[in-house]
């Protein structure tokens, strides 16, 4: 009996408006791993405010870390952070600011989070329909505060975006929103959610250098054989 070819054997990932036989984008699924590849961000509601955390990567010792950006402001009240490919998330964030500016410009007010949120969807969804473009390979989280009210939005690379009160994106999120579900509470202050942040990430860069060392046995053993 003849096997299936793989979907990317068939082509079926050519081409981010050609779907699979089982009704799969796999550019767009391929963007989603490019995300959790990326360094680890955390956005918290907190009872003061809202909180954005994120691993600064420093991959060269000779990178001055000041030039590394992980957190952007998009006004005085907005602001996000992103994990993926970074060059993808500032392009987003620079139309944000862009969109900001306007609308103080035009209406002397401050924008609300959330039609800063929509705005960055409704782009990274035309990616995801259009021939020969390619899907925003990065997540972004937008905290902001509207009429006193803390909020926190987590954007996809397919234009789909979430209300959180808590939410991690990048590498080992999936552990990290362990420890939110079981610790986070509405009631903590930002000194305390900085707090559980730290030792949200910290946990993440040991269980990342313990896999490491078990990798690193692996190949040795490989090599040996």
């Known amino acids: 009996m003849q096997q299936p070819m793989p979907h990317q054997l068939m082509g079926y990932d050519r081409a981010i408006t050609m779907f699979s036989p089982d009704g799969r984008l796999l550019q767009v699924e391929y963007a989603k791993k490019t995300v959790r590849q990326g360094s680890t961000a955390i956005g918290m509601v907190c009872s003061d405010g809202v909180l954005l955390v994120a691993d600064k990567r420093v991959v060269d010792s000779l990178i001055v870390p000041e030039s590394v950006e992980k957190i952007w402001q998009i006004d005085e009240h907005i602001g996000a952070s992103a994990s993926g490919i970074l060059s993808d998330a500032r392009v987003l964030i620079d139309r944000a600011q862009l969109r900001a500016q306007q609308n103080r410009v035009t209406y002397d007010s401050e924008i609300d989070t959330l039609t800063i949120v929509k705005e960055m969807c409704d782009l990274k969804q035309v990616c995801t329909q259009s021939g020969g473009l390619r899907p925003f390979g990065v997540s972004v989280l937008v905290a902001g505060i509207d009429d006193h009210t803390p909020r926190l939005y987590e954007t996809d690379p397919i234009g789909i975006y ?56 692996e190949d040795s053993i490989r090599a040996e054989r």
């Open 162 to 217: 979430f209300q959180y009160m808590a939410t991690a994106i990048g590498e080992g999120e999936i552990e990290v929103e362990e420890i939110l579900h079981s610790e986070y509470k509405p009631s903590l202050t930002i000194d305390e959610g900085l707090k559980l942040s730290l030792k949200a990430l910290k946990n993440n860069g040991k269980k990342n250098q313990k896999a490491g060392k078990i990798k690193d046995r």
